[in-house]
């Protein structure tokens, strides 16, 4: 049973939709299925979750995880058999054994390298690099700096710096929670995964949880799908106390943390799987 009036409506809202087959469920991992951790690498799924994922996944016709991580990163971490991994924010496929890198990201390499390289270079003579973490994800890059020893300080030298090699190098560039985005130039996301997933798996259902401004573009392409008729959506916003306001805005519905998408995930199983049984 679910803790609070709260937490039954959202999994009764996600279960409603998922009850239109063929349905998908799908999530990101840092602050969705893991708690935000102080590096990357120190990630790890939150206690239950990894169960409550896979009993979910299993009361649907697809599951998967849609993340800006690597899928080489994302498969050393979640071992939940039979998931689709889209890393590198829809770059970079992992589907039933078989890989596929967006030719975008595979001709972005190499500025992506030298983006990360010239941007740590310009920045180490204005402010402390200590802390940092210049990720090279290959088909696309981040550069956190939540553990830097002045965070705002950092942050106000790094935007323009990095706004400056990135439009050199023919890339773009998002935000997120204490962190910088470097992408190449083609319009991929999360939201143009989902909806290609949607569309070529004829999906009839499909809810996203997401935590973070990189998730807003899924929950607006579930936006997008739902209002065509054809297809019901739901999007899932984890609340953290650093949230994007744009999160919250997009979101059909909000949760207050991980520990409640444990609580959501599980009682959506037991639902969708109650309600295909009728």
């Given amino acids: 049973m679910t803790s609070s009036p709260e937490l039954e409506h959202a999994a009764r809202l996600c279960a409603r939709a998922l009850a239109q087959a063929p349905a998908g469920l799908f999530s990101d991992f840092d602050g969705t ?3 935000i951790a102080p590096t990357p690498a120190e990630a790890v799924f939150y206690a239950g979750a990894r169960d409550a994922l896979e009993r979910a996944a299993l009361s649907v016709d697809l599951a998967g995880i849609i993340t800006g991580r690597a899928v080489d990163d994302v498969l050393a971490r979640v071992d939940v058999p039979g998931l689709l991994i889209v890393g590198n924010h829809g770059l970079e496929w992992y589907d ?18 030298r983006t990360l390289v010239r941007t740590r270079e310009r920045l180490a003579p204005l402010v402390s690099t200590e802390g940092m973490i210049f990720e090279d994800k ?3 890059a981040s550069i956190h700096y939540r553990n830097a020893e002045d965070p705002v300080a950092v942050g106000l030298q790094l935007l323009p710096i990095v706004e400056e090699e990135a439009e050199r190098n023919g890339l773009r560039i998002s935000g997120g929670k ?29 809810v996203f949880f997401g935590d973070d401004v990189t998730d807003v573009d899924g929950f607006r392409a579930l936006h997008r799908i739902r209002e065509e008729g054809q297809v019901e959506t739901v999007a899932v916003a984890i609340r953290s106390p650093d949230v994007h306001p744009d999160v919250i805005a997009e979101a ?4 207050d943390g991980v520990p409640d998408m444990v609580v959501v ?14």
Avoid: F, W, Y
């Fill in 252 to 255: 059909d519905v909000v949760l």
């Fill in 178 to 206: 204490m962190l910088v985005e470097l992408r190449p130039m083609a319009i991929v996301s999360k939201g143009t995964a989902l909806e290609q997933i949607v569309r070529s798996r004829g999906l009839r259902s499909a």
């Fill in 265 to 278: 995930l599980n009682r959506i199983a037991e639902l969708v799987t109650v309600g295909r049984k009728a």
């Fill in 96 to 113: 039933d054994g078989h890989r596929i890198d967006h030719e975008a990201g595979i001709a972005a390499e190499d500025a992506i390298k």
């Fill in 138 to 140: 290959r088909l696309s």
């Fill in 33 to 35: 299925l893991s708690e």
